[in-house]
């Protein structure tokens, strides 16, 4: 009977010991959507000739309406392909803002594409920073602070080899990935997003 109160008393005590407690508060929370003070415009070349075999080859710029999601394509060829102004960050705000890019999926170089960057720049060239866009990041680059008012193009630049035994002018160069996927982040502080 002793042994029987013990293993009892052990059941009710890891019982108590596992039991979890929980109060519940109420907390109320109010979204009020704004429009966004950072977003994308074209470039002042998107919309122009590319270097493409072929009439109607344009650099290709698609930005959604609220002008938070830009897609652009263009068409590099052997050598340094450079492309100016091709989309811009504008900021609409009387306040700065940092601005952050995350690479979530890079262009793979190798064979034929040796370089691919991205160069951010001030309305009047200069630059603010340069982005490689062969480096996935799992944390998100600074690319600098943008001013109230202001606004900074993008320009790209592609380096591809294949001339000689490997290229052809009668062909295109052989790419074994095509495209980046990236993330513009802005924010009124500089704490670094997760």
Known sequence: MKRLYILIALAVALAVA???V??????????????????????NNAGQPDVMYGAGNTIDVTIDSAGAQAWITVHPTYQKTYYKDVLRIV???SQAYTVWLIIDDAINVGVNLTSAKLYVKDVNGNPVNT??????????????????????????????????AK????????????????????????????
């Open 131 to 164: 982005v490689d866009l062969s480096q996935t990041t799992s944390t998100p680059i600074q690319i600098g602070q943008i001013s109230g008012r202001a606004t900074w193009r993008i320009d790209l630049e592609f380096q591809i080899t294949g001339y000689g």
């Open 22 to 43: 929980f109060v519940y508060y109420q907390l109320n929370l109010t979204l009020t959507a704004s429009q966004p003070a950072v977003y994308f415009v074209a470039g």
């Open 91 to 93: 900021n609409q705000d």
């Open 167 to 194: 290229g052809s002018p009668s062909q295109a160069p052989k790419l074994s990935d095509t495209s980046a996927s990236l993330r513009l982040v802005y924010s009124p502080s500089s704490e670094t997003p997760p």
């Open 18 to 20: 596992n039991a979890s």
